[in-house]
């Protein structure tokens, strides 16, 4: 009697935790309302890396991660996001791999 009462406890606990995880999350397999596409290129340092992406991107670089082998953050007050991460291989050795979002344009 007691076992089917904990279990009957332990049932209604993960069918509430549950269904307060899918409410909570139910935004988040929507799809993002602006289609993006990922602009990458390879620099040699990360100074390189940031200024290219400022300019190539046309938004200011709002900060979020600021560490020696990783800046990353968003495009100006957009969603969009950038990464300017050193990357260390053995056949192509250490650079910078930037890349950031960008709106898809319709063609």
Do not use: Q
């Not at 269904?19 to 290129?41: A, H, L, Y």
Request: with cysteine; aromatic share 10%; charged share 25%.
């Amino acid at each position: 009697m007691i076992d089917s009462i904990l279990v009957a406890i332990i049932v209604l606990i993960l069918f509430w935790g549950f269904d307060g995880f899918k409410r909570f999350n139910s935004d988040s397999n929507s799809e993002p309302s602006v289609k993006t596409e990922i602009m990458e290129s390879k620099f040699v340092s990360m100074k390189a890396c940031l200024r290219s992406l400022k300019k190539e991107s046309g938004h200011s670089l709002k900060i979020y991660t600021d560490e020696p082998t990783l800046v990353s953050g968003s495009l100006g007050t957009t969603d969009l996001v950038f990464r300017c991460e050193l990357k260390e291989t053995g056949s192509e050795g250490t650079y910078i791999l930037g890349w950031y979002e960008r709106p898809v344009t319709k063609n």
